[in-house]
Nanobody, 114 residues
């Protein structure tokens, strides 16, 4: 599975961005799809994931601000990020897990700064 991430950029605190992760095949059966992020000098951390049944799970730091959704017809997962904070600044990576295998997309930079 190849994953193509897009949608990063520079935004002011309190602003919004939507990240997209497009897969090279149908995501209907992919068990988990989600996003991780890595800030400079820090370890990569889970942001959110969504299961094939549509259940979602979020890191405490983004609950209530980020929303993850999937469009099976477009083979795409979206991460809507609202009320962005400077501490959300990081490279965001799309991730998929299927049949014991793990796949990563290229990172997309999100910078929250005034």
């Amino acid at each position: 599975v190849q994953l193509q991430a897009s949608g990063g950029g520079l935004v002011q605190p309190g602003g919004s961005l939507r990240l997209s992760c497009a897969a090279s095949k149908s995501i209907f059966s992919i068990n988990y799809m989600g996003w991780y992020r890595q800030a400079p000098g820090k370890q990569r951390e889970l942001v959110a994931f969504i299961t094939s049944s549509g259940s979602t799970n979020y890191a405490d730091s983004v609950k209530g601000r980020f929303t993850l959704s999937r469009d099976n017809l477009k083979n795409t997962v979206y991460l809507q990020m609202n009320s962005l904070k400077p501490e959300d600044t990081a490279v965001y990576y799309c991730n998929a897990k299927e049949y014991g295998r793990e796949y990563w997309g290229q990172g997309t930079q999100v910078t929250v700064s005034s």
